[in-house]
């Protein structure tokens, strides 16, 4: 068996490195040769263009567009709104001239002391700044409201400690930016991203969220609400899955973006952020997979059936071609992907390992006695269990299977998580319990002091106030100051 | 009429302000505050999504996929290759900081001096050094050949005169860069997204190209051909619509990339790279389009279709809703993208004028007397033509129209081509003939010096030597040396 040479190492020995094991043996991404930034591979790459194309299209059917703002942002951009500087130009990649010059020792090229910018430019953290800068030329009247605009864009964060997806100093990520004539649209609109996150991770990535507001310590540098999706992995750590960010009027006052309503009152204009990124890849590779390898849901996998003949010779071969076609068709004609491997220089054993490594959801094995008898044995990459199936409406059966797939590995997730949430009402009982993982329910006094306490006690933080939460008041477990709802605290990425 | 607020100035006046007033009025892009850097308005990034959904397609079907790689390349990797750092390491923006901190006079952030990196990062202007040292770590055998990977990203060039789209610091681009066993292959491919780069031009685009091979002199720094695909703009000057490079064995060699062969020989890997741009946008803009604005080929139009109502009260808009409701959803059938304007606080004479300005290649107008009678005003945008028709099977009476629309502004634009190119015999023809613009075929002796002494007194350059022209041999127009075929010269974008 080639497997060996593919195999990872196991979940409950290091979790940690079973997840980058995975990354770089699933051919998803690799380490380049610039500190901290990623090599997204043709097979991560693929799976990444589902998001985006899942994602694009539920913004543009909520009425979002496209657009494209520069990759550099003028450092006196950054320090308009105080909130923002603070979070953002601290850890960024700084480009100071414009030119190299040849090296007067003739090895290589230095950079040219003459061609330096008046201004440094930041490389983007993110946009606000470059795109209200801009709003400012399009927004006059509340005829121009509301601006509706998204963004596909890479992003840089100097980031000191990295991991392949979940954090790397360049990104890939979309942002809304959005502008409003008033404050409840803008905060509509912040609830309705939120939703459009939370419908996308629960149904296309089969990861159940919980839908919450952060704490004004965790909140996006310039808002005035950050409201999260939280998910919850594995290994029992929090993952922050998508924020979506009601900005006020901050960015408009940085930026001067006034317009005249309807009543030709001047205002400020009113507006949300909102983003997700290749982060949402790790959330996808740790939440499903097992120490064979990834688990895709159909939804996203580039592949959703492998088919694999089993042959002794060429004969057997071009039988097993000819019925494997009409097979192919049948799928193809009902929307189904399927990529079919009769490569002659692996073994079916080295194939299985492999598209099992790669997290197809399906694999299909057709050998001469299944030819004969007129079946096809069905293996299903989520339970790893395999049947004999007629072929008769195989394709049918195989669609019906990979919606069952899909639900199950939700059903999964959702039951691990159900069991790693506890509600707890002691400070003892908290660090006790927070070394298990999982999501806590605890009391909190709203206070930053006591939230700082907590995360440099227990390295726990709240992940957010939850929105559909359970809204009995209580006392902080830590201060027995009253408490209006339960917050959720984890340890997380 | 509200028309004139967006009037254009006449390309007879001036042709370099018409397409500059084109661009800002029909909202495709802006200058930003960033200098030399470009933002695509949502109208024109939905041409631009239409262009990489197109091609993205072709690419796939041609057997390519892809892959990200990092923004910045260490400033070494440039100096690898000893002609690509001549010519992109000169302008090129240069990341020497990791950090801002705050000013010591508290006002603004500064850079950081502590955090100057040890060796500058290079924000990409093309991605060849990076994408070859990570393909190091993929090339071992034969077996891992071919590599077929096309990249979606932004680059940068620090050019110093920018136009809008044309040439912008930051672009948006595609780039294949694909490795392969045998020189013979390399070209192969080199020579296929060649066609596919045509056919998506003349095809979507509806622009004629002149497909050829550049002198060493317009090369891509470190290729060892490279071929383009050349269109005539209206004002008669050549733009370099797209180039595929065969790139032998030089960055195998620079970065040391070999493999083994079947026969367990050890040889450098061969290459290629290929890319087009948002510089296709400005070609776009520039072949078709008139004093009214812009002319979109159908199969790139953003809307195909727009329908203006005509009408007098809210009872006959409701009436005319009903009757575009069915139309629409015939049209939508069929595949044709409609947009219906029944907003009430425009005129239609002011719609009409807007939907002009941007292009949209078909207008359908519907008044109560067209109610009436069963018929509907069809207006064309290329031909700014008007006829009333039966809306009995109007849906596929306009399908076929848009079809006509694609071929006639395509006809349109090889006539203007095959009128602007002339062959001339002597020196003194081509200074007179090059001051009317267009394509000249030539006799060039095929040195450098006299390439560039024609450059410099008629500001001419070779576009390319056809590779489907004219075999006959001749002479040199400048020097009377003998020439094996004639080449293409003409002042360019």
């Known amino acids: 068996m080639a497997k060996e040479i593919k195999e990872l190492t196991p979940r409950s020995e290091n979790y940690s490195q079973w997840y980058n094991d995975l990354v770089i043996k699933a051919d998803l991404a690799e380490n380049s040769a610039v500190r901290g930034c990623m090599v997204i591979k043709p097979y991560g790459y693929a799976i990444w263009e589902k998001i985006q194309r899942q994602l694009d299209d539920m913004f543009k059917e909520t009425g979002h567009v496209n657009a494209y703002f520069p990759l550099f942002i003028p450092k006196?951009?950054?320090?308009?709104?105080?909130?923002?500087?603070?979070?953002?130009?601290?850890?960024?990649?700084?480009?100071?001239?414009?030119?190299?010059?040849?090296?007067?020792?003739?090895?290589?090229?230095?950079?040219?002391?003459?061609?330096?910018?008046?201004?440094?430019?930041?490389?983007?953290?993110?946009?606000?700044?470059?795109?209200?800068?801009?709003?400012?030329?399009?927004?006059?009247?509340?005829?121009?409201?509301?601006?509706?605009?998204?963004?596909?864009?890479?992003?840089?964060?100097?980031?000191?400690?990295?991991?392949?997806?979940?954090?790397?100093?360049?990104?890939?990520?979309?942002?809304?930016?959005?502008?409003?004539?008033?404050?409840?649209?803008?905060?509509?609109?912040?609830?309705?991203?939120?939703?459009?996150?939370?419908?996308?991770?629960?149904?296309?990535?089969?990861?159940?969220?919980?839908?919450?507001?952060?704490?004004?310590?965790?909140?996006?540098?310039?808002?005035?609400?950050?409201?999260?999706?939280?998910?919850?992995?594995?290994?029992?750590?929090?993952?922050?899955?998508?924020?979506?960010?009601?900005?006020?009027?901050?960015?408009?006052?940085?930026?001067?973006?006034?317009?005249?309503?309807?009543?030709?009152?001047?205002?400020?204009?009113?507006?949300?952020?909102?983003?997700?990124?290749?982060?949402?890849?790790?959330?996808?590779?740790?939440?499903h997979s097992d120490d064979n390898g990834l688990v895709l849901p159909p939804k996203l996998a580039p592949y959703q059936v492998v088919i694999v003949p089993i042959y002794k010779d060429e004969e057997s071969l071009s039988a097993i071609n000819e019925k494997v076609t009409e097979i192919i068709n049948d799928l193809k004609a009902i929307g189904v992907s399927v990529k079919y491997d009769n490569t002659q220089n692996k073994k079916p054993g080295w194939k299985f390992a492999e598209y099992e490594l790669k997290g197809i959801p399906v694999r299909l094995a057709m050998g001469a006695r299944d030819l004969e008898n007129k079946t096809i044995e069905v293996a299903r990459r989520d339970t790893l269990t395999k049947e004999t199936v007629s072929i008769d409406n195989i394709a049918v059966y195989v669609k019906n299977l990979l919606n069952e797939i899909q639900q199950n590995i939700y059903q999964k997730a959702l039951d691990h998580r159900n069991v790693k949430t506890v509600s707890v009402d002691t400070y003892d009982e908290f660090?006790?319990?927070?070394?298990?993982?999982?999501?806590?329910?605890?009391?909190?006094?709203?206070?930053?002091?006591?939230?700082?306490?907590?995360?440099?006690?227990?390295?726990?933080?709240?992940?957010?106030?939850?929105?559909?939460?359970?809204?009995?008041?209580?006392?902080?477990?830590?201060?027995?100051?009253?408490?209006?709802?339960?917050?959720?605290?984890?340890?997380?990425?």
């Open 76 to 287: 006196s951009f950054l320090s308009k709104e105080a909130d923002h500087v603070e979070g953002f130009a601290k850890e960024c990649a700084v480009v100071t001239h414009y030119r190299l010059k040849n090296d007067s020792n003739g090895k290589g090229v230095v950079v040219d002391p003459e061609a330096k910018l008046e201004e440094e430019l930041i490389v983007r953290p993110t946009s606000e700044t470059i795109i209200w800068s801009t709003y400012k030329g399009w927004i006059q009247s509340y005829r121009d409201l509301p601006i509706l605009v998204n963004q596909w864009a890479n992003v840089v964060r100097w980031e000191m400690r990295t991991r392949l997806f979940l954090r790397t100093a360049e990104f890939l990520w979309q942002e809304g930016h959005t502008a409003h004539a008033t404050r409840e649209e803008a905060v509509e609109e912040t609830i309705k991203m939120l939703n459009v996150y939370a419908d996308f991770v629960e149904q296309y990535m089969a990861l159940p969220v919980i839908k919450g507001v952060k704490t004004p310590n965790e909140r996006f540098a310039g808002a005035v609400d950050t409201y999260c999706i939280e998910a919850l992995m594995q290994d029992g750590k929090a993952l922050q899955a998508g924020t979506s960010h009601f900005l006020g009027q901050n960015f408009a006052k940085a930026f001067d973006v006034q317009f005249l309503d309807k009543d030709g009152k001047r205002d400020y204009v009113w507006s949300t952020s909102w983003g997700v990124s290749t982060r949402l890849m790790g959330a996808l590779i740790m939440s």
């Open 431 to 493: 660090k006790e319990k927070i070394e298990d993982g999982g999501f806590i329910l605890a009391h909190w006094d709203g206070t930053p002091e006591t939230e700082e306490l907590i995360k440099e006690e227990t390295k726990a933080t709240i992940r957010c106030i939850p929105l559909n939460g359970n809204l009995t008041p209580g006392v902080d477990m830590v201060t027995g100051m009253p408490s209006k709802q339960r917050v959720i605290f984890a340890r997380a990425y």
